[in-house]
């Protein structure tokens, strides 16, 4: 998932990413991920990517489950 965009509401209250999967689609599919938590949100860095995993039900918006930073590996 490659974050574009990162937000919260007016009352800090719900923060938020807007992030697309690069491996599959284009920031013309980017869409918006509600992060329950304000630490993680807070490590998040735009134009980043990460490993994620997120979920929806029924008409809420889409929950971050679990993200976790793209370890590179230095090449031999």
């Given at each position: 998932?490659?974050?574009?965009?990162?937000?919260?509401?007016?009352?800090?209250?719900?923060?938020?990413?807007?992030?697309?999967d690069?491996?599959?689609?284009?920031?013309?599919?980017?869409?918006?991920?509600?992060?329950?938590?304000?630490?993680?949100?807070?490590?998040?860095?735009?134009?980043?990517e990460?490993?994620?995993?997120?979920?929806?039900?029924?008409?809420?918006?889409?929950?971050?489950?679990?993200?976790?930073q793209?370890?590179?590996?230095?090449?031999?």
């Amino acid at each position: 998932m490659k974050i574009m965009e990162k937000g919260h509401s007016d009352n800090y209250k719900e923060y938020w990413i807007k992030a697309y999967d690069p491996n599959n689609d284009t920031e013309e599919d980017a869409f918006k991920i509600v992060v329950n938590e304000e630490m993680a949100w807070n490590l998040m860095e735009e134009n980043k990517e990460y490993f994620t995993t997120y979920s929806k039900e029924g008409n809420y918006p889409w929950i971050l489950d679990q993200i976790e930073q793209i370890k590179i590996e230095p090449q031999k």
